[in-house]
């Protein structure tokens, strides 16, 4: 996998990434796109992808999140989903979990919200999109095919909270947090 590679399946990736978010109903909350995440099982594979990427863009942070390096790449030109522009991609270098498919994996959106945890911004976002109820109810009693995940992923330095709404299904991801990911890397400063 390369560069090129992850151009061409970009199309692809974002028709099914949009279907997801209508699927949730979360496009009628015009919810800023974030950025868009990879994911790749050795680490040569993503040193690749961090020299060819930084032709595109810049590297705004390397740091260490859950014992393995994530890189965040501001892109010169942004990639485009619908009406969204994502102006940075997330590259984790591998930890000892194998993916079934290298390649686009998730994107972000930002839900502005003062929440600090993930109870809050739950509830914040079921005000919002009512819909998502029984979607969160049904993946905590482990039925339905959307699996749902909370988390407070938190680097080395960040000083700003941001809880994680993880909606998984047919081997894509769509996640929901308050901050966007060039606010977080800035509370690190």
């Known amino acids: 996998m390369n560069y090129q590679h992850l151009q061409q399946t970009w199309a692809d990736f974002s028709v099914r990434i949009t279907a997801f978010i209508e699927q949730l109903g979360l496009d009628r909350l015009s919810l800023q796109a974030d950025h868009a995440a990879l994911r ?39 990639l485009v989903i619908g009406k969204m522009q ?13 993916y079934p498919v290298e390649g686009w994996e998730h994107i972000e959106l930002v839900f502005p919200s003062q929440a600090q945890t ?7 976002l079921i005000e919002q999109a009512p819909q998502l109820a029984s979607i969160i109810e049904n993946a905590q009693a482990g039925i339905g095919k959307i699996k749902v995940k909370q988390s407070s992923p938190k680097g080395d330095n960040e000083r700003l909270a941001n809880p994680t709404i993880a909606f998984k299904a047919n081997g894509i991801c769509l996640k929901v947090h308050p901050h966007d990911i060039q606010t977080i890397i800035a509370s690190e400063q």
Not at 65 to 76: A, D, F, M, Q, V
Not at 92 to 97: I, N, Q, R, T, Y
Request: with cysteine.
């Open 118 to 124: 993930c109870e809050a911004l739950v509830a914040e």
């Open 86 to 98: 994502i102006n940075c991609v997330e590259l984790p270098f591998p930890s000892d979990k194998t």
């Open 40 to 78: 790749v099982n050795n680490n040569q594979t993503a040193q690749l992808l961090a020299d060819e990427f930084s032709q595109y863009g810049e590297i705004i942070s390397n740091n260490m999140i859950n014992g393995r390096p994530i890189l965040i790449i501001k892109l010169t030109e942004p």
